[in-house]
């Protein structure tokens, strides 16, 4: 796609489908029953159907593109800071007084939102924090503080892309493993691996690691401002409703990080020494419509081989170039959650994935059970 056509608006508006969330999150609020199950429906169920629908995308932007291109995608993830800081707000206002809505019924409302800030708020804070400008960077730790996992940030930059596909990256879901067994593991090794990578870089400085420089303290400032926030506005009720949102967008981002390098692994050289990351060691999808609520997310293959692309110009690869998911995240991350139905799906994709690209590992048990050595 040449720059010229990139560029247009029309181009743009299908990525911009993610603010129709908010005023169906609000319908939730203001109706209850039934129409709780509408953003959890439209997010999982309604994208998948979009997908099967409307097929693949394998159409690559030109990579000559500048920021002036790139003008009505960035719009969208700047814009999407203060809509869910109004929408998460304005909620935490009016369930906890809202006489027409069972206790059920607003934990109901605020599944929701937990769906809609982990599903775009942490997707888009992924995209913010990979870019240069600092106003972009601190929206992303806004975003994050939200939701109350702020140090993502520093797993994601400082441990996740230099590590992915070795036994040091938590996130990088091992083979057999489930998303019950996952995912307490990566709750607990990813703020340690955070906190450790942010006090090694302070002490290659000669610094403590309590110097104000390191950014735990913005972290947790920013994570205490928002439960105050929540607590004035919505009482102790709302501080619940808050933290609950937050537990729901740490599941939903927890299970696209186990969908996206499940089985996959860098080769080790030996020594400590692993192969450098390629398009391979993420699984790539090309479905449409996830993509365009997911920002192109799917295309992971090229965001670990290049992080700095924005999401608008990451390439797609075919299935000789990058391993394939069967259907797109929402649909992938729904299976996650029945490990057997999971295995039966996956487990013949990884083995079909080793014969490929590396028949010459004979036991592949060190990396099943990342055991293999550290990287230097």
């Known amino acids: 796609m040449p720059p010229s056509e990139l ?36 997010t ?54 809202a006489e027409h809505l069972s206790t059920l019924e607003s934990i109901g409302v605020f599944f929701g939102i937990g769906v809609i800030t982990g599903t775009v708020g ?13 106003l972009e960077r601190n929206m992303a730790d806004v975003l994050l503080a939200m939701v109350l996992y702020s140090h993502f940030r520093s797993e994601h930059l400082l441990v996740h892309h230099r590590y992915v596909g070795t036994p040091r990256d938590p996130v ?11 995912y307490p593991r990566v709750l607990r090794q990813c703020y340690q691996s955070a906190f450790k990578a942010e006090k090694d870089m ?16 913005r972290y947790w400032g920013l994570q205490l401002a928002f439960v105050v926030f929540a607590l004035i506005l919505g009482g102790w009720a ?9 537990g ?34 993420s699984w790539n999808a090309a479905h449409k419509a996830s993509n365009w609520l997911l ?45 057997p139905l999971w295995r039966r799906f996956m487990n013949p994709r990884v083995r079909k994935w080793r014969g490929m690209y590396y028949p010459e590992i004979t036991d592949w048990q060190p990396y099943n059970r990342a055991t293999n050595p550290f990287p230097r």
Request: charged letters at 15%; proline letters at 6%; hydrophobic letters at 45%.
């Open 248 to 281: 729901t967008a740490i599941w939903q981002l927890e299970l696209v990080n186990y969908v996206e390098h499940y089985g996959l692994t860098r080769k080790h050289l030996g020594d400590g020494k692993y192969e450098h990351v390629r398009p391979h060691h």
């Open 44 to 97: 999982w169920y309604l994208f998948t159907a979009l997908d099967y629908a409307l097929g693949l995308n394998t159409e690559n932007a030109d990579l000559s593109a500048t920021e002036d291109d790139f003008y009505w995608y960035k719009m969208i993830t700047l814009i999407w800071t203060p809509v869910q800081f109004l929408l998460l707000a304005s909620l935490l206002w009016y369930v906890p007084q």
């Open 202 to 217: 302070l002490a290659r400085k000669n610094l403590p690691w309590n110097d104000k420089s390191n950014p735990f303290w």
């Open 172 to 182: 990088t879901a091992r083979y057999n493993e489930g998303f019950h067994r996952f």
């Open 7 to 42: 560029a247009r608006l029309s181009r743009a508006l299908p990525f911009w489908m993610s603010l129709a969330l908010a005023p169906l999150a609000w319908v939730g609020a203001f109706y209850g029953g039934w129409t709780l199950l509408i953003v959890p429906l439209t």
């Open 122 to 134: 942490i997707n888009y804070s992924h995209e913010l924090m990979h870019q240069k400008s600092k």
């Open 295 to 339: 920002i192109n997310l799917q295309r992971h293959s090229d965001h670990h081989y290049k992080p700095d692309r924005r999401f608008v110009i990451l390439q797609n690869y075919a299935a000789d170039e990058a391993p394939q998911l069967p259907y797109g995240y929402p649909l992938m991350t729904m299976m996650a959650m029945v490990p």
């Open 238 to 246: 709302g501080l619940g409703l808050f933290l609950f949102q937050a």
